[in-house]
Structures are given as structure tokens and as C-alpha cells.
């Protein structure tokens, strides 16, 4: 698809702005003060989307609620990448049957990746009918035009073609109070990992100008906000559509150079175009985190090729050393997945072995599932529930010992970090990161929030820094 085509006209943002205002003046004619709950249920690229409808829901004259059962507009934002996030959203959508018969004008809605699988749609068209508008990530920038419709038509409105997706620039956007901010540089994804729904229902990829990031990164940062994160399901294709050369080390830079005090993580980076001169321009940088998320999903090269992620375990091996070698103290995590179709024992223990000698800081560990449409949901998949789990229980326990054994190191070290958030711990009020993004829980007092200050570790387990202000 053209780039024209690709960006959203002003003309049909305006128009989206129309049908706010119309939302708007039908509740001021009304005297009604309406109410919207959103619940999230997925990755931070879905927080994200979610922080935008609550931008839109403001400006159509909502107030925004936790609470389903007093809100006149409940908005399910889901997840589709494991068949659990699915099934929590279908309970999720039973207990709302109940909230409905109490208020029959309470409307509903559901969104995000789940509402992009063909399969969904059909089972909430035929057997959740208190559904009154079902719309895709792709739709996302069309919502007030869509809430208009069902207001106005009282009937259920579904936008869930397939698409190659759009990038639509200033919608409003509800924040989370405090320093941290996410910021989307890209959307949708190319590389159809055998095992991922995500291509699927979030279009091609497609990467904002950099002048609208630069200048939504000044913005936040301008505005207070310390800890920043860039987000694309792989943001190191960064520019690939541009066509003009830039990629997602020069926008690093680039954002490098806005003066304040801050600091910029990024995430997902696949491996597979994570290059050196990535981590040089990281390495270089003042506000760049010494932090990286580089998910590997296997050590064994048969299941990596399977899974078609376009690597070998020892590209990626190589890659960690060389960032590593120009980023010492790197905070290193991962994505890995036990129990691909067809993995053997021998290969999951391969992937056991690669974490151990990568010794990450943490792991997000997951169990396969399949995923209808994908090419691996068509594979042979013999191995039981019950082994996957043992293969994935000896992951995390060979990864529990390297994080706790990671984190003891720091006991005694004094690091900088940001304090950004109070816990009901009464011994560690505050919770803090590292620049590599570890948990710190904190002495302190509550003052300090939104500070980046010096503290002493003083304690350390599998999961968490123990620290006080120095
Ligand atoms: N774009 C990101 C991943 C987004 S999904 C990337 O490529 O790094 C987050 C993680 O969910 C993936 O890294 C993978 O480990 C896991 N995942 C994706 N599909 C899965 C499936 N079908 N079963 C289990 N885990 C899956
Ligand atoms: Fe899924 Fe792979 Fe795309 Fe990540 S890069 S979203 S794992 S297809
Ligand atoms: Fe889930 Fe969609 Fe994110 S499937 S992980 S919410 S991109």
C-alpha cells in the first residue's frame, strides 16, 4: 500500500471529531452523564490502543469507571495470543450478561486482536447477542463514528473486515498518571512466526514519521513524563515502509537529543534484524536504557526454523555477546516457548541450555497454544500437557536460581533510580526501577515519587531489589 493511503486524510479525523461532539451533545440533551469502563486484557501495545479509546470516550463526554456493573458503556480491549487471554474474555463477556439485564441500555462493545479473528466474530454474532459493537485494532480510529451508529441505530454494528491497517495521528490520549508513558512507533507485524496470531489481526506493518514521534516523545517529556517506552511488535523494522532510508537507530537518536530527563526503552526487537549498530547508537547514548528485550522463543535450531524465526542460536548468542561486550551491566530479558509442535525433549532442554548460558535477568515463559489460521496450529502436536509442563517448570527453575543470583549481586551497590510508585508494603512504601528496568522496593518517603534518585541495595530475591535512598 502507498503511504498516502496508509495515513489517515485530516478530513476523516475531523469527521471522527464530528461524531465526538454529536455523542457529546445526544448526552448534554439528555442531561445524562455517561460512564465508560475499558478493560484491557492485553500486550502494552493494547494498553496503548487503550489509552486512546478512553481518549476518545473523554472527548464524546464520558467519564471514565473500573466499575462494569455503573457504566453506561463497557469495552472489552482483548487479546489474542493465547487461547487463556481468549478464555478470559469469553467469562469475562458471560458476567456481563448480568450487568445487562440490570441496565438493558448499557451498551457493549468489544475490541482489540480478538475481535479480528473471523472465528470470534462468528461465535459473538450467534450466541453473545448482548454484543452491541464488535471493531478490530484497525477500526480502533474509527470508534466515535461507530458508537454514533449504534446509538443511533439501537442495532449491533460490527467493523472487523480484514485490513491492511492505517496510522491515524492525534487522537486523544488518557495518560497514566505518573512518569510513565508508552508511545507506539509502529503498527501491525510482517514476519508470521509460524506460531503467531499477530500478523493476523493487527495488518502490515507500518511506522509512524518520525516527526510525529519526535515530537509526541518532546511532548511527554516536556510534560514530566521519565520512563518512556517505544512500542511495535518489532520495533527494529522501524522505517522499513518509509522508504526513505531511516531506520530505528536514527530515530534513537534522533530522540536522544531532546533535552530533559528521561529515559527510553523499546519493545519488541526481534533478532533476526537487531543489528550492531543498534546497540552502538544504544551504547552511545545519554537517554537510551542499558536494557533490552530481545525475545528468543527457542535455543534449538530446528524448532527456531520451524517456528520461522529467521535465526540460529548462534546469530543470537553472538549478537547478546557483541551487546554485552559494548554495554556492560545490560539488563538482557526474553520471550521463550515451551512445547512447540514437534519440539522434542531434547530441544526444549536446548533452550534451557541457552537461557543458562546467556543468564538472562528474567524470562517471560510460555506454554504453546495454538492458534487457529497459523501455520503451526496445523502441526502435529504429540507431545502431552502434562510433559510441555515439566520441560517448562525446569525453565523456570533453572531461571529463578540465574535471576536471583543476578539480583543478589547488586545487594550492596548503589543505583539510580526512578521511584515511580507507593506499595501497601509498610517497611518498602515505594517502588522503584533500575535503568534496566528491575523492581526496587524502597524506603522512602512518598515525596520522592517521580524522582530519579540514588539508592543503596540492601536486599534481593528471585523477583525484586530491596533498596533505600542513599
Ligand atoms: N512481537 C513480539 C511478540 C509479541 S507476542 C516479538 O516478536 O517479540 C509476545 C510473546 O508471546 C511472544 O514473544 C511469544 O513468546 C509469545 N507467544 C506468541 N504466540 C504464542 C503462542 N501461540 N503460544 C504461546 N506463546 C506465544
Ligand atoms: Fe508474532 Fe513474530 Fe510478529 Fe512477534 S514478530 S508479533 S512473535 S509474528
Ligand atoms: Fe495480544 Fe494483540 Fe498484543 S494478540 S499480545 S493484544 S498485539
Not at 471514565?64 to 472489552?76: G, M, N, R, S, W
Not at 526474553?334 to 548460558?357: K, N, R, Y
Request: hydrophobic share 40%; charged share 25%; net charge negative.
Amino acid at each position: 500500500m502507498e503511504r498516502k493511503d496508509v495515513l489517515v486524510p485530516e478530513a476523516d479525523l475531523a469527521r471522527q471529531r464530528d461524531f465526538q461532539e454529536n455523542i457529546r451533545r445526544m448526552f448534554e440533551g439528555r442531561q445524562a452523564h455517561p460512564r465508560a469502563c475499558v478493560d484491557t486484557f492485553g500486550c502494552q501495545q493494547n494498553v496503548a490502543d487503550g489509552q486512546k479509546l478512553m481518549g476518545m470516550l473523554q472527548a464524546c463526554g464520558f467519564t471514565l469507571t473500573d466499575e462494569p456493573k455503573e457504566a453506561d458503556l463497557v469495552i472489552l480491549n482483548t487479546c489474542a495470543i493465547r487461547e487463556h487471554a481468549e478464555d478470559r474474555v469469553f467469562g469475562n463477556l458471560g458476567i456481563l450478561t448480568h450487568t445487562k439485564k440490570e441496565d438493558p441500555e448499557q451498551v457493549i462493545a468489544l475490541c482489540g486482536c480478538m475481535a479480528q479473528e473471523a472465528r470470534v466474530v462468528k461465535r459473538i454474532r450467534e450466541s453473545y447477542r448482548h454484543v452491541d459493537l464488535v471493531f478490530g485494532p484497525q477500526a480502533l480510529w474509527k470508534f466515535p463514528e461507530l458508537l454514533w451508529q449504534v446509538y443511533e441505530t439501537h442495532g449491533r454494528v460490527f467493523s472487523v473486515a480484514d485490513e491492511h491497517g492505517t496510522i491515524a495521528e492525534g487522537i486523544p490520549v488518557v495518560r497514566e498518571k505518573g512518569v510513565k508513558a508508552w508511545v507506539s512507533i509502529m503498527y501491525g507485524c510482517n514476519n508470521f512466526c509460524s506460531y503467531c496470531i499477530v500478523p493476523y489481526v493487527r495488518g502490515r506493518e507500518r511506522s509512524r514519521d518520525p516527526q510525529a514521534v519526535l515530537a509526541e516523545v518532546r511532548a511527554l517529556v516536556e510534560a514530566g513524563y521519565k520512563d518512556i517506552t517505544l512500542l511495535g511488535q518489532n520495533v527494529n523494522s522501524y522505517g522499513n515502509d518509509l522508504d526513505t532510508g531511516y531506520h530505528f537507530p536514527d530515530l534513537l537518536a534522533d530522540i536522544d537529543q531532546i533535552p530533559g530527563e528521561y529515559l527510553i526503552r523499546f519493545m519488541s526487537s526481534h533478532p533476526k534484524d537487531a543489528t550492531r549498530h543498534l546497540f552502538d547508537v544504544m551504547a552511545a547514548s545519554r537517554h537510551i536504557a542499558r536494557q533490552l528485550h530481545l525475545p528468543v522463543q527457542s535455543g534449538n535450531d530446528r524448532v527456531l526454523h520451524e517456528m520461522n524465526r529467521r535465526y540460529t542460536r548462534q546469530q543470537y548468542l553472538d549478537l547478546v555477546d557483541y551487546a554485552k561486550r559494548v554495554m556492560p551491566g545490560l539488563v538482557l530479558t526474553s520471550d521463550i516457548i515451551i512445547g512447540f509442535p514437534g519440539e522434542t525433549e531434547a530441544e526444549a532442554m536446548d533452550t534451557v541450555s541457552l537461557v543458562e548460558e546467556v543468564g538472562f535477568d528474567a524470562l517471560f515463559t510460555f506454554i504453546y497454544s495454538p492458534r487457529p489460521g497459523t501455520k503451526a496450529a496445523a502441526m502435529p502436536d504429540p507431545v502431552s500437557r502434562e510433559e510441555k509442563q515439566k520441560w517448562f517448570d525446569k525453565l523456570l527453575e533453572v531461571q529463578n536460581a540465574i535471576s536471583a543470583k543476578l539480583h543478589a549481586a547488586y545487594v550492596g551497590k548503589t543505583q539510580r533510580v526512578l521511584v515511580d510508585g507507593e506499595s501497601g508494603d509498610a517497611d518498602y512504601p515505594l517502588t522503584a526501577r533500575t535503568e534496566g528496568n528491575r523492581l526496587v522496593r524502597l524506603k522512602g518517603d512518598k515525596a520522592l515519587m517521580g524522582q530519579f534518585i540514588d539508592v543503596t541495595i540492601t536486599g534481593s530475591n528471585t523477583w525484586a531489589l530491596y533498596g533505600e535512598a542513599v
